[in-house]
């Protein structure tokens, strides 16, 4: 890792990995994904998105903003979010995901997978209008 990537990690500020990184291998890539908070223009409705594969083992860090996002991931294409899930005294073994409240930011690490395998982000939200912003943190 250079030591400018490395500084810019640190201060966790985006960065474009124009010297060679491959958390970011392309000029004005500066690790940072908008992502729907959901189907695009519904957002209440679950919707699964490839991440990137060079981001795969990382830490990120996830910036609800307009509604409580709910998050997970997934290595299927169908997964879903169902927030509407009930809670019971055993437990719920459902797809409720993470919650992640309106201009919050939750870290997570994205699952190392074997290569050539996919990793779905998949979300679904509360809120028509919620985004969330993925962006590399280590």
């Known amino acids: 890792m250079s ?5 810019s990690l640190f201060n966790e500020a985006p960065y474009d990995g124009t010297s060679g990184s ?13 992502f729907s908070g ?7 409705d679950s919707v699964a998105t490839v991440v990137p594969e060079h981001w795969h083992g990382l830490e990120v ?13 997934s290595k299927r294409s169908a ?3 169902d927030r509407p ?4 005294n055993a437990g719920v073994v459902s797809q409720v995901g993470c919650p992640i409240p309106a201009g919050t930011e939750k ?5 190392k997978v074997s290569p050539g395998e996919r990793v779905y982000f998949v979300r679904e939200s509360d ?8 962006r590399v943190l280590s």
């Open 3 to 7: 030591e400018e990537l490395r500084k």
């Open 22 to 34: 491959s958390r970011a291998p392309v000029a004005d890539d500066y690790g940072v994904i908008l």
């Open 38 to 44: 959901g189907q695009l223009g519904t957002e209440t």
């Open 61 to 73: 860090g996830m910036l609800a903003l307009g509604g409580v996002a709910h998050v997970g991931f």
């Open 79 to 81: 997964a879903v979010m």
């Open 85 to 88: 899930a009930v809670a019971s």
């Open 107 to 111: 870290r997570f690490r994205v699952p």
């Open 127 to 134: 809120t028509v209008g919620t985004t969330v912003r993925m």
